[in-house]
């Protein structure tokens, strides 16, 4: 009896070494068991991955095939993993299949890091702000309250404010960062929630700012499933399917769904995706009506993928031009208000004592 690895999801870099290293010696002639057993050694670090390799390798040596082996670890390899490896086997053709999978993950692989690399940049304007503002509330501005105490003049309420503000990350530091961590937390576990992350979802993508970066990496990565999935052999209703159970936007995989269910009534695809104009642009319905009319829905399914990974690609280069001066904005805000408060009781104090 196996020990149950503890199960975690294999990222796209080494899910894509994987496939490649597996596509690559099955197409050298070496049996799949063999092979199995290859990858296994090559990831002795890993105590979890040999684990589970070991475990798929016992599993295909007993009469299971490799797709049917690696359902149990779909947490691990994820559902288009293990779909397009069982397309694969049936096909008679999984080598072939497993460079269309390693393809189709480096092209996911590759929209998520323009994504991260996008946010890099206003996250580190974030992290600046606030930082120099805690420096000048907590250590610069604690050193020149005495000088406005031991004056009798009335301080502006900027100053107040900020004495205040001052006071309480000086004296209750550890409980701001505590209430901080508690309330990131509690959003996190409702985000959790169905319900709620899904109408924050639908909040977003009503958002001008935010539709255009959720909906272009949705239906990138949405047709390039799709696509590959047709393109392999799979109908239209099971790869709609199929990309419904492993999208992890929950309108799109609601859409999907339904989507799936409207073409298995007979109906057409392009219908489908008409019902949904919020998520599915006119120009996508068009397409896939031409696509349906034609008989070549995988082709044309794959030409939306690269159109909309396309797009995020000039989005995600336009993105920090436009981000930059509203980050620069509420940064001077933060930083302005400070120097107004440090600034205008002075300028006041000064003024007082000239009168006197």
């Known amino acids: ?24 010696l099955l197409r050298s002639g070496i049996p799949l068991l063999m092979a199995l057993h290859i990858l296994r050694d090559q990831h002795t670090k890993s105590k979890t991955l040999y684990l589970v390799m070991s475990q798929v390798a ?27 490896i069982a397309i694969g086997e049936i096909s008679g053709t999984l080598s072939d299949s497993l460079d269309h999978l390693a393809a189709s993950l480096k092209k996911k692989q590759a929209l998520q890091h323009k994504l991260v690399a996008a946010s890099v940049y206003p996250a580190f304007v974030v992290v600046a702000t606030l930082a120099i503002t805690v420096l000048l509330t907590v250590v610069i501005f604690p050193k020149i309250i005495p000088v406005f105490t031991s004056v009798h003049y009335r301080l502006p309420w900027t100053t107040r404010a900020l004495i205040v503000i001052s006071a309480i990350l000086q004296h209750h530091l550890i409980l701001v960062i505590l209430l901080l961590v508690a309330v990131g937390a509690g959003i996190w576990l409702l985000l959790k929630l169905p319900t709620v992350r899904k109408g924050c979802e639908y909040v977003l993508l009503l958002m001008p700012f935010c539709r255009p970066l959720i909906q272009d990496y949705s239906l990138a990565t ?15 209703v099971q790869s709609i399917k199929i990309t419904a159970g492993i999208t992890t936007h929950p309108l799109y995989q609601q ?5 799936a269910n409207h073409v298995a009534n007979g109906k057409k695809l392009s219908g489908g995706f008409s019902e949904f104009p919020k998520l599915f642009p006119v120009s996508v319905v068009h397409l ?25 690609d000039e989005l995600t280069k336009n993105l920090s031009a436009t981000v930059e001066p509203l980050l620069l904005i509420c940064m001077g805000l933060m930083v302005g208000f400070i120097a107004i408060a440090i600034i205008t009781p002075i300028y006041g104090i000064t003024q007082h004592l000239n009168t006197r």
Not at 60 to 77: D, I, T, W
Not at 222 to 236: D, E, V
Not at 255 to 259: E, K, T, V
């Open 222 to 236: 949405t047709f390039r499933t799709i696509g590959i999935l047709i393109g392999s052999g799979t109908t239209a």
């Open 58 to 84: 016992d599993d295909v040596e007993n009469g299971q095939p490799l797709s049917a082996a690696l359902e149990k670890y779909k947490k691990v390899f994820g559902g288009l993993t293990v779909t397009m």
């Open 1 to 24: 009896m196996h020990k149950q690895p503890l199960l975690w999801r294999l990222s796209h870099k080494h899910q894509i070494l994987l496939i490649k290293q597996l596509a690559m």
């Open 255 to 259: 859409a999907l769904d339904s989507i």
């Open 288 to 312: 896939i009506a031409v696509g349906e009319s034609t008989g070549k829905l995988g082709e044309t399914c794959l030409y939306l993928a690269d159109h909309y990974e396309q797009e995020l």
